[in-house]
């Protein structure tokens, strides 16, 4: 479990690249919320049943989420039903949160094999994000709805067994017409797929470090795709 941490460290400690006060700036609006095991919408899917087959407890589970009145909105992303959490989903992707991660992921995994998988900006930026749509290496698509997409992360997509360490990461984009807002929402579900956890949590720097990173995702993908 260190090794796993310390490349989850590595990845989530660029948020300090930009000086820690301008990201404070940045990321203000951002925010983790209370989680819980229950009716939780990523622990009840039939896809962290079959990764998890020893029901491990996660080893991390936290929500990062973002109101944005419908006035900061693209208007043409509230007319259709589905197209802002397309939006927001290609943001994640496609912005400058995650672009150093991909140029090192691109640098170590791109190839002739993984030739079908998406890859450069412009085409993250455009893709709809169809189940089985492969991130990178290192993202799958697993599941979608009108109001959320999740990825499968951890290791490559390649690898479509269970996993000595695996994730889940949903994105989420929910209108509330009555107030006027649309809540944008990351989360987070790391855990051991392989054999029986022994009840350990990920290390509260590196918990630390993914929760600047996940607010450094918020606010890329909502400034690629979703603002206006």
Same mark, same amino acid.
């Given at each position: 479990?260190? !090794?796993?941490?310390?490349?989850?460290?590595?990845?989530?400690?660029?948020?300090?690249?930009?000086?820690? *006060?301008?990201?404070?700036?940045? #990321?203000?609006?951002?925010?983790?919320?209370?989680?819980?095991?229950?009716?939780?919408?990523?622990? &009840?899917?039939?896809?962290?049943?079959?990764?998890?087959?020893?029901?491990? &407890?996660?080893?991390?589970?936290?929500?990062?989420?973002?109101?944005?009145?419908?006035?900061?909105?693209?208007? %043409?992303?509230l007319t259709q039903d589905g197209k802002l959490a397309e939006a927001f989903c290609a943001g994640v992707w496609s912005g400058f949160g995650y672009e150093i991660q991909r140029r090192y992921l691109a640098r170590k995994y791109r190839s002739q094999e993984t030739a079908a998988q998406l890859w450069d900006p412009a085409e993250l930026a455009a893709s709809t994000y169809p189940v *089985? #749509?492969?991130?990178?290496? =290192?993202? @799958?698509?697993?599941?979608?709805?009108? $109001?959320?997409?999740?990825?499968?992360?951890?290791?490559?997509?390649?690898?479509?067994?269970?996993?000595?360490?695996? *994730?889940?990461? %949903?994105? &989420?984009?929910?209108?509330? @017409?009555?107030?006027?807002?649309?809540?944008? *929402?990351? +989360?987070?579900?790391?855990?051991?797929?392989?054999? !029986?956890?022994?009840?350990?949590?990920?290390?509260?720097?590196?918990?630390?470090? =993914?929760?600047?990173?996940? +607010?450094?995702?918020? @606010? $890329?993908?909502?400034? +690629?795709?979703?603002?206006?």
């Open positions: 479990m260190a !090794k796993v941490a310390g490349k989850f460290l590595a990845f989530t400690s660029v948020a300090g690249v930009a000086g820690f *006060g301008s990201f404070l700036f940045l #990321t203000r609006k951002s925010r983790f919320v209370p989680v819980t095991l229950i009716n939780d919408s990523v622990l &009840t899917s039939s896809h962290f049943k079959k990764f998890n087959p020893n029901q491990n &407890t996660p080893i991390l589970h936290d929500l990062c989420i973002r109101r944005v009145p419908f006035k900061e909105i693209k208007p %043409e992303l *089985g #749509t492969q991130i990178t290496d =290192h993202f @799958e698509v697993i599941s979608r709805t009108p $109001s959320s997409i999740a990825v499968r992360s951890g290791d490559s997509p390649r690898n479509s067994g269970v996993r000595a360490s695996d *994730g889940v990461f %949903e994105m &989420t984009a929910v209108v509330n @017409e009555a107030e006027g807002v649309a809540e944008f *929402g990351l +989360k987070s579900v790391f855990f051991q797929g392989e054999g !029986k956890g022994d009840g350990s949590s990920i290390p509260s720097h590196i918990a630390f470090a =993914h929760r600047l990173y996940t +607010k450094l995702w918020m @606010e $890329s993908a909502l400034r +690629k795709k979703v603002l206006r």
